[in-house]
T-cell receptor, first 107, second 114 residues
């Protein structure tokens, strides 16, 4: 069974700060997803990656397959980035989800 | 990116009634759809996996007679909560894949049973 650990569980940042959320998993995967869930509940897929690094706007996601670790970075954070960020790893045709990181960015 | 539409976004129903939630892939053929349930302040819990044209595979502990899943076409899967009870109140969300590893999520449905 694949275990997915996310840290931190809660994160409060000041607007403009650089933010890092970490994700570790226990067995080999086909892909890793970073998801964003806003208070209304809807989920948006931010990244899917299986190696290296991806960037989209102020968001950067990296993955180290050997270390079974991924990070999500937010540069120049903004209050609208406040949400729950979820790491999910894919193996077989299923996803296993981390518990999520609750991010609050204060202005 | 691909779009998955889930409907309704919220529903309130009386105990004992049934509620149907739809999940549609709008611009791709979803060979596999997943249904999740999310309790407050918890992560998503996989309920079942459905492949078009075949019976859904339910996770351990999920009652298949209570949570009926139909995946009749490559663009539509439905979850019916039968004889709903207050403990069924939750946030339900679907995701769909078109055979690749990328998953696309619906907006979710908040069910309240009174």
């Amino acid at each position: 069974k694949n275990e997915v650990e996310q840290s931190p569980q809660n994160l409060t940042a000041q607007e403009g700060e650089f933010i890092t959320i970490n994700c570790s998993y226990s067995v080999g995967i086909s892909a890793l997803h970073w998801l964003q869930q806003h208070p209304g509940g809807g989920i948006v897929s931010l990244f899917m990656l299986s190696s290296g690094k991806k960037k989209h706007g102020r968001l950067i996601a990296t993955i180290n397959i050997q270390e079974k670790h991924s990070s999500l970075h937010i540069t120049a954070s903004h209050p609208r980035d406040s949400a729950v960020y979820i790491c999910a790893v894919g193996y077989g045709n299923k996803l296993v989800f981390g518990a999520g990181t609750i991010l609050r960015v204060k202005s | 990116g691909a779009v998955v539409s889930q409907h309704p976004s919220w529903v309130i129903c009386k105990s004992g009634t049934s509620v149907k939630i739809e999940c549609r892939s709008l611009d791709f053929q979803a060979t596999t759809m997943f249904w999740y349930r999310q309790f407050p302040k918890q992560s998503l819990m996989l309920m079942a996996t459905s492949n078009e044209g075949s019976k859904a595979t339910y996770e351990q502990g999920v009652e298949k007679d209570k949570f009926l899943i139909n995946h009749a076409s490559l663009t539509l899967s439905t979850l019916t909560v039968t004889s709903a009870h207050p403990e069924d109140s939750s946030f339900y969300i679907c995701s769909a894949t078109g055979g690749r590893t990328e998953a696309f999520f619906g907006q979710g449905t908040r069910l309240t049973v009174v």
